[in-house]
């Protein structure tokens, strides 16, 4: 399923539900209010509240309670808990770190940059925003980037659990753009530590939905393809990542994982800050990321 949390333009409703047939179904409506309006609740009540929007969606005419995509606004499919991004986990973006020229990245370390087990750091989860969604340049920056990325979101809780357990823990995948505020970014690199340069409002586009494993083959072999007013500038699959799926959930299952949390797969080579002549999100730009059976999450900067 490709499970939403959207509002109603019409009446302003937030509800979730499901996009089947190019249609955004009011799965709250359509099941007479038995399902939950929280979509991490759902998620929480297992299976069982799984199968009970399986079945209330097969059951839909695509009539009632059925809306268009320029119907309604997405949100982030799910709200996390946490949100746990993952660190230079393309070896190839590793690589294009060690290259860049701008002098507040010189002298970081990334060339020491170890892989005795993921690495990371976490960001607000007030900063997430969905599909469609503008987000404004913050007024202390002067270099915001993008990053394509996979969210890995968590359906079970979890604790120390194996890699050949873990992806029983996955309710299933999201697109995640990685918006980057580089300058501050590398201040705060500087001084061991992340925050405001990953964790500002807007910074976590997430979406358009969050697609449940049974509809996809194989999640660590995804084409991934990021574009920018239509120009690819990243283009990479799953396949490349150095931690696969599985072990990146065993790994960070060391603290407690719950409901709805999020786990990325890090980014492929090809952002701004790898450029010789870097020309930085502007407004007015479209940013599109592609995740081959994820569909494609849409961001206005303004």
Request: aromatic share 8%.
């Amino acid at each position: 399923m490709k499970l939403s949390t959207f509002t109603i333009k019409a009446t302003g409703k937030q509800t979730i539900g499901v996009y089947q047939n190019e249609k955004y179904l009011d799965i709250v409506s359509l099941s007479g209010g038995k399902v939950s309006n929280s979509m991490q609740a759902v998620l929480a009540a297992g299976e069982p509240a799984l199968a009970q929007i399986r079945t209330v969606a097969a059951a839909a005419d695509g009539k009632a309670h059925s809306y268009g995509p320029d119907e309604v606004t997405l949100a982030v499919p799910v709200r996390p808990g946490k949100i746990i991004h993952t660190s230079c986990n393309f070896d190839a973006h590793l690589d294009e770190l060690t290259t860049w020229e701008a002098p507040e990245w010189k002298d970081h370390g990334w060339s020491d940059f170890h892989f005795e087990h993921p690495t990371g750091f976490l960001e607000a989860p007030s900063c997430g925003v969905g599909s469609g969604a503008t987000i404004e340049i913050p007024r202390f920056t002067r270099q915001l980037d993008y990053e394509i990325e996979v969210a890995i979101v968590i359906g079970k809780t979890a604790k120390c659990v194996t890699v050949d357990e873990a992806m029983d823990y996955v309710a299933g995948l999201m697109i995640f753009n990685d918006v980057s505020a580089r300058d501050i970014q590398a201040r705060e690199h500087a001084n061991n530590v992340i925050l405001m340069g990953k964790s500002f409002d807007g910074s976590c586009p997430l979406g358009p939905w969050l697609v449940t494993l049974d509809e996809l083959d194989n999640p660590n072999d995804l084409a991934m393809t990021l574009y920018l007013n239509g120009e690819v500038r990243q283009q990479s699959s799953t396949a490349k990542t150095h931690y696969k799926m599985a072990e990146l959930v065993s790994w960070w299952s060391e603290m407690t994982l719950e409901p709805g949390d999020v786990i990325t797969t890090g980014s492929p080579p090809g952002v701004i800050s790898g450029m010789k002549n870097p020309q930085w999100l502007k407004s007015g730009d479209l940013i599109e990321a592609h995740v081959e059976g994820l569909g494609c999450l849409v961001t206005h900067i303004a």
